[in-house]
């Protein structure tokens, strides 16, 4: 009967896409795009509702082979790819944009660039109306083809001004392309969204033309803007654009302090530091030690050298001067029943002696003062230096049985 | 422009043509999983399919049967103590004097019987003794009140159901891999035994041939493991044991040799689901339950509990699955359902908190999607994490939260329970392995994160590396081991189709030549693994590139000797454990008394010539044509055997085999005209011929249809007859005695057939069988025709 033949199709459909799955997990692309050109018949009687449609698998795993196939060609891609457009018109957009990257994979800009004109100016009816994300996409990307032009355009320019002669109709063109990408890049950037590839350009370029104001609003928005998914890369543009314009230390601070507080790991954690330590108030020194021991806090700083340092000579500075002692008391009291198995194991002063020896030094200086003379990383980093005879181990051994009542104040 | 996928991945080469056996095979018996045939209604899959309907139909009665079988003294104990005087279960009648007191049971029991060899079938109705005997003790007769236990073993049966089509306690996966402290000798930890409640510490040497060492560290637990965690923390290993409701951990020093230590041991109300291992601080682990606690588990301080809500974190979802991991910060946990991850501070658990990952749009899921897996990928990267979902992959940044760094379709067939990172070194592409358990799906894909770099947009840059690869499954192994008997054929692929259990790799430096082996362990309790080499160079010819993956075809001799050996303990194992195979029955014991299980006291003879004939056709390695000639008469037997086409019963027979029974029927019953004219020509033509042959063989041929054409067309006009047919050669012989209607009666009766120890699967069979005839012909219409019922009916005419 009819209803058997429709499930015996379904059937050998579905068995045929396992096929083709299997042919692709196994790196033979030969055989999936032998399989691949039977499940195109799928095609015929496509009565699934599920969500993810023949149309759209063909396309997928087309593109997936056409990515590896030794015999495939830009050529036969393209007209892959139109068939594909005509197909799912509910997707036209997605697959226009896969197009795109496969032509810039290849090497070929300007088609990819005349492919995104073309599927900006598409219009079909309901279909265009319900891809408006993938459009602004389209858009971005285009704008971002712009910028590349414009750079390019840029560095011919500064190789001839270098000469000494100008050319009036590159500096048009650049023109051109800032005008075409700054008015599509505005658009994405509107959208609540991560789009740091797009506001780099577009910070760029402003900044090019020197529009300060309107680069520092962009960035203020995508960083502070509360619709967009809190983004640690927001900030550091916005730090990093403050720097080069040489803004006051206390809007570096503040945006540093932002940063400290949704990733107290990020890598810029350091350099804040030295900034605090460098001030006067005494709140932004007591900031500082937060911000060092907070990082040091992460798997990741776990061998930092830079920041043990820097942890090791604040601490030192405060018992040498015995001022502020309770700062120390007060962050290590939320650390000290997991610090010391963290980072002064025997087994990790053994380790970093072996391999980093500095590290060990700068550790077994913040060891001996939080966890006083007896504490087993100083012990053992002490006497290994002292074996080996390094003047600066000495040292620290006296330093820290000169303070050790102060050091047991701040353990105890 | 760097595209997000392209860019070549590390190849990988599998070195073998299928997965290797590790160890010999888990010796103690293996009891086959739950399948969905054991606990649906029959055809329920057939017609599900056939409707494209979800909604699967459970097998409700059959279970409650079987519970009334299996637990007797549960389900009737004390009422079947008190009615055991008034219930007689015998054959004989009754005495006068205890019939006031007491029914027999034994017509009861037949139509109880013979509506189970009904089943299914369309024609069936209820025996109005039945009814009445169910509405007369349906309140009473039961230890618990019916309806009571009904709801419980439908609940039961429900839960057996959803674990089948999803079971999440073996997340994780039970097996882990201590990588080597010197140069090449690593540990294995896995479960085994019979239910896998003991736990091994296994050394392995990774040479040529990962090759076991010594004999393993053994501990007896008293639970099924579900999940072994591990993880390295200053150079001594720390492994969590999970079953269901302890938690465990042992210590394994750092120094080699050394033996490895249990240290504490947690017991738990509701099943554990999680138990993570703390890679940041030795002795520390995450454990989740079942009702949604989440705690910190610190050998030296103990459990503390940070959160406990039974409730879902986003949205409402009903499962009671939570997970645990840790995260770059030690002092963080990240805790997981089946909806998203938040991440905890265990310092302030209430207030520090914020979500990690949402199944919703941020992450553009599907319907439906729910997170299956995270893990902690501290290893590759310090503040990454992978979060799986039955469709999706995710790599997460904890910096960047809710947003995804990285997502794929794995479009695997059963959602991944195991992964493992085998992290890359610097500038080298990160290995994630990810196994799915009732598919034995493996898949290796690679993908590359930039560790942190200096500049702010390293945090994105994260890509797959190369396309994913399909890895060996164990059932993969079959076609290169031995070729076996049939039912051994069977035995093995189930043995080797079990679900995973667990997933392991360790990768190998052997000077340049890199490889990766990867273990897998299954439910059954067997370990497998499978290499794969790490080509440095590409091979500089693109069209040889484009069809790498020349997986060997046939595995290596070394290989092939471990298939031979293992499949060697594998029969013998079988062998050994033969006794215990039997499908579970019920002692006979419980339903008759002891006279009436009392064997008769010499062999009737009536069996001894069963018997005798039984031998004689074995011996002779032919059919048993009937149970009640004389053997003097062999030559006879064999004429009459049909010589071409098919009878009318094994036509049946094989109609009902391949389930077209119905249509069969309603052929038989419009059987035209004509041809009823013809057989019955036929027949009394060689009635006439045959007269005085009897044989017991026509019992063993469909009379039923027979009668009934018989009595339809008594008065159809007699037509000449026909030719003789050549195949008929009629002869005349020595009359033998006619059927018994005793062996007829004794046959039937499923009591005699318990007796004579037919089991009980094969009793439905012969029941059925010899119901036929026995239900046949009511009385026929006119002595001839009863005779001629009994002739044997020669082929030509059906």
Known sequence: SSYEHKLDFKKSKEACLSYIQDAML?????????????????????????????????????????????????????????????????????????????????????????NLSLAESWRFGEYSATQDEEKKLIQAYKGLLDYYSWC????????????????????????????????????????????????????????????????HQVLNEYAYNSKFPANPNAHVYLYQFLKRHGEPKKSLISALKILHDIVPSHELMIEFNTMLQKSKKRKKRRLGLEVIFAALDYAGWKENLKAWSCLARQVKQIVISEKHLDWIKQEWNSRKDWWPAFHFSRYLAKRNWQENESLSYEKAVVAGILLGKDCKYFKYVSHQGCKAQVKRFRILKKFVNKHNPVCLRISG | FVPRRGGMGESWQPADAAAIPLLPPNTTSWIPSLEAQDILYPGALCRKLRTGKSAATLDFTKQLGHFFVDHPED???????????NFFLGNSKLKVSARNSTIRMTALMEEIDRLEARRGCPRQRLVPRLRWFSHLCRDWLFEVPLGLLAECVHEELLLQ????????????????????????????????????????????VLKELPRVQASPAQFELNGRIRQVAAARVDGEDFVGVRSDYHCGVWRVPGRI?????????????????????????????????????????????????????????????????????????????????????????????????????????????QQGERVVLPMYLGRAHPSQHLVTTQFSLYVLDERLPMVPVLKWAHMMKAPPLFSHLTPGGPGRSHKVLLGASRTQELLLLQYRGKRRGLRGGSQS???????????????????????????????????????????????????????????????????????LTHEAVEPPDPTLRDEAMPSPAVPSPAAALRYRRWLKEFCKGCREQRPHTWPPTFSQKRIFTRRELEIPAGPSTLHQRARQQLRQAMQEGGRIQCWDTLPSQPPLLQLLEPSGGLDPLSARLTAAWSESWCQWWEERSSYNVAQRQQALRERRRRQKRARGRHSLSASFTSSHTYQSELSELSDVP?????????????????????????????????????????????????????????????????????????????????
Not at chain 2, 75 to 85: E, R
Not at chain 2, 290 to 310: F, M, V
């Open chain 1, 26 to 114: 196994q790196k033979q692309w030969k055989r999936a795009a032998e399989f691949l050109t039977y499940y195109i018949e799928s095609l015929e009687k496509d009565f699934s509702r599920e969500s993810v449609g023949p149309s759209e698998m063909i396309w997928r795993m087309g593109a997936e082979i056409f990515c590896h196939h030794s015999g495939s060609s830009v050529k036969e891609f393209n007209s892959f790819t139109e068939q594909m457009k005509t197909l799912g018109l509910k997707r036209y957009l997605k697959i226009s944009l896969e197009h795109t990257f496969y032509l810039l994979c290849n090497g070929l800009i300007d088609e990819a660039y005349q």
């Open chain 1, 152 to 215: 390019k355009q840029k560095n011919i320019l500064l190789e001839h001004g270098q000469d000494g002669f100008e050319d009036l109709s590159v500096e048009q063109e650049m023109h051109n392309c800032f005008r075409k990408a700054a008015v599509s890049l505005q658009e994405i950037i509107k959208i609540p969204g991560v789009w740091d590839l797009f506001v780099k350009c577009y910070v760029d370029l402003l900044e090019f033309y020197g529009d300060h104001n309107e680069a």
């Open chain 2, 75 to 85: 389900a009737f104990g004390s009422m079947g103590q008190l009615l055991h005087q």
């Open chain 2, 161 to 204: 159901w959803a674990n089948l089509l999803f079971d999440d306690s073996c997340t994780g996966g039970a097996l882990a891999w201590l990588p080597p402290k010197d140069l090449c000798t690593g540990c294995l930890v896995y479960p085994g035994g019979r239910s896998m409640n003991h736990l091994y510490f296994q050394d392995v």
């Open chain 2, 257 to 365: 040799g050394a033996a490895p230590t249990p240290l504490q041991v947690i017991r738990t109300d509701v099943p554990a689901s999680c138990l993570t291992v703390s890679p940041h601080l030795p002795g520390e682990l995450a454990v989740c339950t079942q009702s949604g606690a989440i705690y910190l588990w610190s050998i030296e301080i103990g459990l503390q509990r940070l959160r406990h809500d039974t409730q879902t974190m986003f949205f409402r979802d009903h499962s009671s699955w939570r997970w645990s991991d840790f995260t770059a910060h030690p002092r963080v946990l990240s805790c997981a359902d089946r909806t998203g991850l938040q991440c905890l501070d265990a310092r302030a658990p209430e207030r520090c908190h914020f979500d990690l990952f949402k199944v919703g749009q941020e992450a553009n899921c």
């Open chain 2, 461 to 531: 840059a994260c890509q797959l590396a190369g396309s994913p690869q399909k890895l060996h499954s164990i059932a993969g192994c079959l076609p290169y081991l031995p070729t076996q008997l049939p039912h051994h054929h069977y035995l093995l692929q189930q043995r080797l189709g079990a679900p995973a259990a667990g997933l392991a790799t360790a990768l190998q430096e052997d000077g340049p030549q890199e490889s990766l082996l990867v273990f897998q362990l299954s439910e059954a309790g067997d370990i497998f693994y499978q290499r």
């Open chain 2, 718 to 798: 007699q037509l000449p007859p026909p030719p003789l047919s050549p195949t008929v050669l009629p002869r005349e012989t020595a009359s033998s005695p006619p059927p018994s209607p005793a062996l007829d009666e004794a046959l039937l009766s499923s009591q005699s057939l318990r007796c004579r120890g037919i089991p009980k699967e094969r009793r439905k069979t012969l029941r059925d069988y010899l119901s036929v005839c026995a239900e046949g012909p009511p009385e026929p219409p006119e002595p001839l025709a009863s005779q001629a019922s009994q002739a044997c009916i020669p082929s030509s005419q059906s």
